[in-house]
């Protein structure tokens, strides 16, 4: 497997920054600039592996074995989080990407479930 998330991730990341008035531009801009202007390949594929907020933020809380203050700046503003989600969903609308829910019913999937999700969208199965 082949991943390149930078385009992907600055058109999230700096996306949520904007009023929604002006993603659609910022959009046509950073795709133009990075996949023609730059020459960086344009992705097969963008897949978005979501896992709600809540889930991440135990996840994270574990990993830093309940020190909260190892969270980065992201990680640890659970409102920036929630919104990412918003913009998230109007990307993958927008730009064709596939959003996979990694959970069900408030549980994080196993990695065989997402594996096998994963594989379907890639027509593998």
């Known amino acids: 497997i082949l991943s390149n998330r ?14 929604k008035t002006e993603w659609d531009n910022f959009i046509n801009w950073v ?26 933020q135990k996840l994270l ?32 609308e927008k730009l064709g990407w596939v959003c996979i829910d990694c959970a069900k019913d408030g549980v994080l999937l196993g990695i065989e479930e997402i594996h096998e999700k994963i594989l379907s969208v890639l027509n593998f199965r």
């Not at 023609?36 to 097969?44: A, F, R, S, T, V």
């Not at 700046?73 to 920036?80: G, K, L, N, T």
């Open 31 to 56: 795709t133009d600039y990075e996949f023609n202007k730059l020459g960086i390949p344009k992705p097969d594929y963008t897949i978005i592996l979501r896992v709600p907020v809540d889930i991440s």
């Open 61 to 92: 809380t574990n990993r830093y074995a309940g020190d909260d203050s190892k969270k980065d700046i992201h990680e640890a503003d659970v409102e920036y989080l929630n919104k990412c989600s918003t913009v998230i969903d109007y990307a993958c």
């Open 6 to 19: 930078y385009t992907s991730s600055n058109i999230l990341h700096q996306m949520i920054k904007l009023p």
